[in-house]
């Protein structure tokens, strides 16, 4: 026993514990967890979509739209009118493969030029519109 025995003269508690019960209910334990964990894994079926080696469709080109502090528009390095970038604009629109266009506008340019190539760009139906700034030092 783990508290001593009687018959001996001897009245001092044992100090020691008696580890053979322990290790006998640690392996049963562990037993117990190996042959329950594989029971217990919970699988879902369902099919997967399968991918196809297509080759990607092209990218659409970016149309660069730079504003300059005067207000004046260039498209692809090409001084337009606000008119003439309206018609290039729905022009571009009506092609198949919309390009994105990408809005750099002067630090010093009126906010009004850019909200008007905006709203440009909305009339015509680009998709895609971005603005395109530096980084902060």
């Known amino acids: 026993m783990a508290f001593g025995s009687l018959d001996s003269g001897d009245q001092e508690v044992m100090s020691e514990i008696n580890m053979t019960p322990l290790v006998d209910v640690m392996l049963v334990l562990l037993i117990i967890f190996i042959v329950t964990v594989p029971v217990m894994k919970h699988a879902v079926d369902f099919n997967l979509p399968q991918a196809t080696s297509k080759a990607q469709q092209d990218k659409p080109d970016t149309i660069r739209l730079s504003i300059d502090a005067s207000g004046r528009y260039n498209l692809d390095k090409r001084v337009l009118t606000a008119a003439e970038l309206e018609l290039e604009l ?3 629109a009506s092609q198949q493969n919309q390009p994105s ?8 340019v ?18 895609k519109v971005g603005f395109v700034t530096e980084p902060g030092k």
């Open 110 to 127: 009126a906010y009004e030029y850019v909200a008007s190539a905006m709203a440009m760009a909305n009339r015509a139906g680009l998709q």
């Open 90 to 92: 729905k022009r571009l």
């Open 101 to 108: 266009l990408h809005i750099y506008g002067d630090k010093k």
